[in-house]
C-alpha cells in the first residue's frame, strides 16, 4: 500500500512539475553581445558603442519573463571619429557634464513588466539607473533562439544630464545637443 501510495504521489508531483513551463536564467554573452548609442545635436549627430559588464534574461519555457543587465559606463567609446575629436568626446561624455563615469562606473536595467505582443516580441517596462537615478522605460525586445534586440530612446535630462540641453538652457543656437539619445542592443545568450 506504502509503495502504491508513493508512486501515486511521485506520478502527481513530477506531472504537476512537467505540466509546468520551467523558468530558467539565462546569462547574456557579454563578448558577442553589442550595444550602440547614437546622439542628436542641431548641426548633427555622433555614435558609438558601450559594453555590457553582465546581464541575464529571464525566461518561463519560451516567454520572457524578465531581466537585468549592468553596462560598464568607462566604455564609452565614439565610432564616428578619430583622433583628437574622438578623444575630446569621449572624454566630454565620461566627465560630469553627460554621465559622470568616474562616480557612476556603471548604468542597470532591471526588467520589471514584460507583456507579450505577438510570437516572438514582447513589450518591455523596466527600472533604467544612470548616475544613480532611476526612471520607469519601456520599449520593444524581439527574441529569436539565443538573441534578443531592443531599440530604446532614453532622455537624458530624465538623469539630470543637462550640458546643452534646450530644456535648460535659453540661447544654445546651433550648440543644442537634443535630450534623447538612442540605444540599440543587441544580445546573445
Not at 67 to 95: C, P, Y
Amino acid at each position: 500500500m506504502k509503495t502504491k501510495l508513493f508512486s501515486l504521489a511521485f506520478a502527481l508531483v513530477f506531472g504537476v512539475v512537467s505540466a509546468n513551463p520551467i523558468d530558467e536564467k539565462k546569462t547574456v554573452d557579454v563578448e558577442k553581445s553589442k550595444v550602440t548609442w547614437k546622439g542628436y545635436k542641431v548641426t548633427g549627430s555622433h555614435e558609438g558603442t558601450i559594453s555590457l559588464k553582465e546581464g541575464y534574461l529571464d525566461f518561463e519555457g519560451d516567454k520572457l519573463t524578465g531581466g537585468m543587465f549592468v553596462v560598464d559606463m568607462t566604455t564609452i567609446n565614439t565610432t564616428d571619429l578619430s583622433g583628437d575629436m574622438k578623444g575630446k568626446l569621449d572624454g566630454h561624455l565620461n566627465s560630469a557634464d553627460f554621465f559622470g563615469v568616474e562616480e557612476h562606473k556603471t548604468s542597470t536595467l532591471k526588467i520589471t513588466d514584460v507583456k507579450a505582443k505577438g510570437k516572438n516580441a514582447y513589450e518591455v517596462t523596466g527600472d533604467l539607473t544612470i548616475k544613480g537615478t532611476t526612471k520607469p522605460i519601456t520599449f520593444e525586445m524581439s527574441v529569436y533562439g539565443s538573441k534578443a534586440t531592443a531599440s530604446l530612446k532614453v532622455d537624458r535630462a530624465a538623469y539630470d544630464i543637462r550640458y546643452g540641453s534646450g530644456s535648460f538652457f535659453d540661447n544654445l543656437g546651433d550648440k543644442t545637443i537634443y535630450d534623447e539619445f538612442d540605444l540599440v542592443v543587441d544580445l546573445e545568450f
